[in-house]
């Protein structure tokens, strides 16, 4: 596992320290959203926290074992869309990662259900392609600098 200061800033990209944010979730602590859910999954790729993610993956459709060795190398997420329905919830997500010299995107439409008052992802609709950025254009890596300034 990755070791993640407790000052840093959270690998979700919400800006808040790590301490603050998803660490909570993965000792355990309940999310309060299906977003607060996506963003500390996204976290756990990020950290290798494969019990993490299968302890909050529903019950229906939850693989027997779970191995993130050859993940790619994840960098940034961003939320495009959240809602939630009084037990069910939706989250549009993109995550970007690393592709050897250039970069690679997965899109997610994915579902949740809220049961005893937990939230689990339940299933999702992905798309993936290849990210392009110019040079002038942010950073993929989520640094918030230009692309030739950071990772070009």
Not at 57 to 73: Q, V, Y
Not at 77 to 89: A, R, V
Not at 95 to 119: I, Q, T
């Given at each position: 596992?990755?070791?993640?200061?407790?000052?840093s800033?959270?690998?979700?990209?919400?800006?808040?320290?790590?301490?603050?944010?998803?660490?909570?979730?993965?000792?355990?602590?309940?999310?309060?959203?299906?977003?607060?859910l996506?963003?500390?999954?996204?976290?756990?790729?990020?950290?290798?926290?494969?019990?993490?993610?299968?302890?909050?993956?529903?019950?229906s459709?939850?693989?027997?074992?779970?191995?993130?060795?050859?993940?790619?190398?994840?960098s940034?997420?961003?939320?495009?869309?959240?809602?939630?329905?009084?037990?069910?919830?939706?989250?549009?997500?993109?995550?970007?990662?690393?592709?050897?010299?250039?970069?690679?995107?997965?899109?997610?439409?994915?579902?949740?259900?809220?049961?005893?008052?937990?939230?689990?992802?339940?299933?999702?609709?992905?798309?993936?392609?290849?990210?392009?950025?110019?040079?002038?254009?942010?950073?993929?890596?989520?640094?918030?600098?230009?692309?030739?300034?950071?990772?070009?």
């Amino acid at each position: 596992m990755q070791q993640t200061q407790n000052t840093s800033h959270c690998p979700c990209g919400s800006a808040k320290p790590y301490l603050q944010c998803c660490q909570p979730l993965h000792q355990g602590q309940a999310a309060d959203t299906p977003e607060a859910l996506m963003r500390s999954r996204f976290a756990a790729f990020v950290l290798d926290l494969p019990d993490y993610l299968r302890s909050t993956w529903h019950s229906s459709t939850r693989p027997a074992s779970l191995s993130l060795e050859g993940s790619p190398a994840w960098s940034s997420l961003q939320i495009l869309q959240s809602s939630q329905e009084g037990d069910s919830g939706r989250v549009h997500f993109r995550a970007v990662y690393r592709a050897g010299s250039g970069w690679g995107f997965l899109e997610e439409n994915s579902d949740f259900r809220k049961e005893a008052g937990r939230w689990y992802y339940l299933q999702g609709d992905t798309r993936e392609g290849r990210l392009n950025p110019g040079r002038n254009d942010r950073c993929p890596c989520g640094s918030g600098k230009k692309h030739k300034a950071c990772c070009l």
